[in-house]
């Protein structure tokens, strides 16, 4: 395991650019993704390396639990 380095946290930045790693995934499984992140949110005080592989996580099994397709909304507020 590597050291936790918690900093200010764009959360719609880790967001953003996990979208864009997973892009090609969701084309291929006919997954139609559509994102509301509200700019006014703060930053938070986080280990932004944790949080992307969280929220990578996340998505990983919401792609498992749609082998079908369908819809997958992202919202920060």
Do not use: C, W, Y
């Amino acid at each position: 395991r590597r050291p936790i380095s918690p900093e200010p946290t764009d959360i719609n930045a880790i967001v953003k650019e996990l979208l864009q790693l997973v892009a090609p995934l969701f084309e291929m499984r006919n997954i139609h993704v559509s994102q509301n992140l509200d700019e006014r949110v703060p930053r938070v005080f986080a280990d932004r390396e944790s949080l992307h592989q969280v929220f990578l996580n996340l998505v990983n099994n919401s792609l498992d639990a749609m082998p079908e397709g369908g819809k997958m909304e992202f919202f920060t507020r």
